[in-house]
């Protein structure tokens, strides 16, 4: 049997760029999924060919398990930045999503908005990247959407992803389960991402030797989870957007409670710091997008610290405070310099477009 | 107990305009997610207040059936149209995306990304339309995100929904099944969609009575595999972006066989044929978001297309033709005036930004 080929030529993806054939549905589209992103993201699920995949049922769903479903829209601008770019922060964005509700991450979708005019080289790194932290976590792509603007209506790359997993049974983790005495730890140094990406924004550029901390954290969840007893992890968070000091007054609001912080026990990198001082950024504020902070039960902080320290993403863990009682959902830091302040929400808006 | 207000004053949805902060993750998203987002949406799971969605699982995944999971872009312009909106339409789509594989649609989740300065009566109108159609379909957006670019860098609103179905046991639809033999069904007129959304545009603005066809159609194919033998329906595909023409095209190669149409039995209204007409647009490549064509067993056809018929958005349910081998995996068509033609895939942009 010979295959006869549908198209005339490939895809010239050194100097070819998006035009809005390619989001016309017809053999334009076609192509681009074939060439681009099904080469790439290459499984079982996308070769189904449908307009959505058909999927098997994990075991822990069959023994009393709940789904779990999360989505995440993605603009960083510039696309790529040190440690990363838009490809694989989609992945592990919504990974960790997923992962913060104590489930398993099982599939993803991908939607993905595109310029017209932007280079086809450029959609591919983003896809391969894309493709490779998927691998890399074990959550495939198994379905996805490719859509063209106008140039001028759009900024290159959007990408869209949500995220499907399941928790299983007995586990219950979520943003209102954090209670008065829970201690709090925090995976690592914190505000790499946001440094990274505001080191390549055309206004700023700066030299640092800070990378984004960009990374899928759920098997850091399952090693949390597996050494805790039942039930002693309440609550767990990935602080991107809007940092550590807008999550825990999140949870604050959301679980009725106060926070009591200590400035001192807050990992940070040097550089970090350092930038921070020179932007005038308060590091509290910035975007992490490979760290997680959780609420754990004070007779479990020691085990499950000493799993996180274990685990590569959680070398760096950290107790930095405790949950306490205030119906006033204070978060409060103790500073270095030993007086006290609040830690507000983040009201303003200095890093648009981080994640 | 008293409940302290945590924002000085509510949104101004009449004047108020979407800005960066909107973005930002801080206390204007929440805002935004509280007033706008949650209130219309309202339910059980997007209560739940987490980055994610905890979600019950389905008596037929437990009985032996599969997960389907599907995505779409949005990008329709304008957003609002003779017949429906971006809101509405995103719910459609990925509700039929879902439903096109045999599965029951149960959870939507959705990503926003809006322009700065997007009005936010406009975002409003939008979001409430979604929840409209939502709370039709009977399938909740239990999990959503919101994010902001600047002026210049998207077009006031594009939404990204995933929807999660699951298909029964024992029902096997999809693009790769349809046989020779099978008999053609389209659920009814087709072009209305395309031609209602260009009916407004600035450039083109004409007087049309057509409204878009935008529908749910997950009730419909449930009303057709219920009367349905086991496995006689083949397959389902709604005739979205590049119109029959394209999909049935994508259906010959992936099922690999041909397949002979009859123009004068494709349902059209007689609006979008002269639209047509007056436009030079084959109505074969218009996009339609509220029908199906379907292949279908042929001792099953009649008792499938008597109860399309019976459905409200299947009045107009036709047999348009059948599956036959053919190596070449050609569409032909029988026309009107006794020829015979090639009905290409769509290759060219006629319609950008159609859904």
């Known amino acids: 049997m010979t295959v006869k080929k549908d198209y005339v030529r490939p895809l010239d993806v050194k100097n070819g760029r998006i035009d809005m054939n390619h989001g016309a549905g017809g053999r334009a589209s076609m192509q681009l999924i074939e060439e681009v992103f099904a080469r790439a993201f290459d499984n079982d699920f996308l070769r189904q060919g449908n307009d959505g995949a058909t999927l098997p049922v994990p075991a822990e769903l069959l023994e009393g398990g709940r789904l779990v479903m999360s989505c995440d829209g993605h603009i960083v601008s510039p696309l790529f930045f040190p440690g990363g770019d838009i490809g694989c922060l989609a992945v592990h964005g919504t990974v960790n999503d997923v992962a913060m509700m104590g489930a398993r991450p099982l599939y993803l979708s991908a939607s993905f908005i595109l310029e017209e005019g932007f280079p086809l080289a450029d959609l591919k790194r983003v896809v391969e990247s894309m493709a490779a932290a998927a691998r890399e976590a074990g959550v495939p792509v198994v379905t996805g959407d490719t859509k063209v603007v106008e140039q001028g209506k ?90 550590l000091g807008t999550t825990l007054n999140e949870i604050a609001r959301q679980s009725n409670v106060g926070m009591l912080i200590d400035e001192a026990t807050i990992p940070m990198r040097p550089q970090v710091e350092a930038a921070c001082e020179l932007l005038g950024l308060d590091p509290l504020y910035i975007a992490n997008e490979g760290k997680l902070v959780a609420a754990v039960a004070p007779e479990a902080a020691d085990v499950v610290l000493a799993a996180m320290r274990a685990h590569p993403l959680g070398a760096n863990a950290a107790r930095i405070g405790s949950v306490v009682a205030d119906e006033h959902r204070f978060v409060q830091m103790q500073t270095r310099f030993g007086g006290r302040r609040i830690v507000d929400w983040l009201s303003g808006e200095p890093l648009p477009r981080i994640c």
Request: proline share 4%; aromatic share 2%.
């Open 154 to 243: 759009g900024d290159g790359c959007f990408i869209a992803t949500t995220g499907v997993g399941v928790v299983p049974r007995g586990v219950a983790v979520g943003g209102a389960n954090a209670k008065a005495g829970d201690v709090l730890i925090v995976s690592g140094t914190i505000g790499e991402h946001g440094v990274a990406v505001l080191s390549q924004r055309e206004s700023l550029e700066f030299e640092t030797a800070i990378v984004s901390d960009t990374a899928a954290l759920h098997t850091l969840v399952a090693a949390m989870l597996r050494v805790a007893p039942p039930g002693a992890v309440h609550m767990l968070r990935d602080p991107t957007r809007g940092g």
